[in-house]
């Protein structure tokens, strides 16, 4: 198919909407095209050895998979995802012009990575025939489905939509082993869990900072997730090699590019946090608590964020990937060289994070926790 196509017939669908007091224009093919985008910091889409995953056996943790299993097979948050009552007239045209445009991208983040789980979660299903591992990631599909349709709906309402049909078919797939789908799709539950009970906690005690109704959403939304992270916690239980040895680099790195990840990508949203109240070092950092407290589950270690150098090279980070994308943005031979500058600087500051010293823990018999934030 023509990779134009879907695309013309979105913008005669939806009219763009105008950012107050500019000129500026927000289209839904632009929104398609943020979510296309492919950099370090941008929610991809992964593809695995199917045929690997489909025969993990889940005995070794029979009893915990059944309840889990038993509680999404449930389906607690079947109605969760509609508009009711609660969902208050948004005035985006009233809306603070830097405001928008931040949070336009945060919905279009949000919802590329929601949809990025919907796609491989679907995959995995339609490829396997292990029962066990089918039916989990069918009930994963089907709530990934239900965030990512939500959040659509919630930027239909700014005359914007990010095409999910054109993203499955020309969106770029990386191939990940499946013990590297394991770290970074579990890492990404949990955070993703950790990140919206945040902002939903904040907002309950200043419901003033609650500029729109989406994050009304956010506490049954993030026990999906929650029960994501649980599930593949689970999944990694089975097989004690993932987390031993030579891996536990690997589970590091991943903790370290997933925390680093979400500091940079947070600190480009200045005007989003100042609105809704949230310091966004503060948010990072509490964050990056939770989710060290729930991986000690099943990881042997994690990353000692209250190491001093620990923030001060975050922001490095940050830095120099601000520096990345000035370069970009001037071009030309000038525009190249601050991009390679900012690339190395980048790349140093990974590795001085990657070299603070983790702390270690000895995980439980049983993986199962509670939602407890
Ligand atoms: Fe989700
Ligand atoms: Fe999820």
Redesign the pocket.
Known sequence: MNAQAPRKQLNGKHSPVSLHGTNEEFTSEQATDVAMQDTLLTPRFYTTDFDEMDAIDVSPVRADWDQLIGEMAADPNKGHFKKNADWDQVDWDGMEPELKKEFIDFLISSCT??FS??VLYKEMKRRGSNPDVTQLFQL?AR??A???GFINDALREAGIAVNLGFLTQQKKYTYFRPKFIYYATYLS?KI?YARYITIFRHLQENPDKRFHPIFKWFEE?CN??FR?GEAFALLMKTDPKLTQGKNVWWIKFFLTAVYGTMWVRDHQRPAFHAALGVDEAWYGQEVFRKTSEMTKQIFPITLDIDHPAWIPTLNKLRDANVQIADGKRAGGLGGRIKQMIGTAKAGMAFARLYMIPSVKHTPPASTMLQPAY
């Open positions: 990575a929601e789980g919907c994963m709530d990934e239900r965030h990512a539950e993703g939304w999906d997730e994501h």
